[in-house]
């Protein structure tokens, strides 16, 4: 089993900066994909990131050149670095943990609130 553990959400202006972190029980290193993905009231989970194993990385279109996932294996955390933010970002922000093994589970955090508000 592997548990999750978001921070760093907050109130922000538009075209301001937040950094999320997710802090994982298992070392990251170990960990074939992780990922942030965001809810916003009334709308489905929807994903936003991904950072393997080997560090690639993956962006929704949406937040491409805004949003910036990295790992510190040797802290076994997640980060999702936001800048620029908008309104349309405000969401729960909650990362994911796939072992890339056969029959094991997706593991999720509890989320961190991100809302974007003048």
């Known amino acids: 089993q592997v548990r999750l553990e978001e921070s760093g959400g907050g109130l922000v202006q538009p075209g301001e900066s937040l950094k999320l972190s997710c802090k994982s029980s298992?070392?990251?290193?170990?960990?074939?994909?992780m990922a942030w993905y965001h809810q916003a009231p009334g709308k489905q989970r929807e994903w936003v990131a991904n950072?393997?194993?080997?560090?690639?990385?993956d962006y929704v279109e949406s937040v491409k050149g805004r949003f910036t996932v990295s790992k510190d294996n040797a802290k076994s955390t997640m980060y999702l670095q936001m800048d620029r933010l908008r309104p349309e970002d405000t969401a729960v922000y909650y990362c994911?943990?796939?072992?890339?093994?056969?029959?094991?589970?997706?593991?999720w955090g509890k989320g961190t609130q991100v809302t974007v508000s003048s």
């Open positions: 950072i393997f194993i080997n560090g690639a990385t």
């Open positions: 994911l943990a796939n072992l890339g093994i056969r029959d094991t589970p997706d593991y």
């Open positions: 298992r070392i990251t290193s170990d960990i074939y994909a």
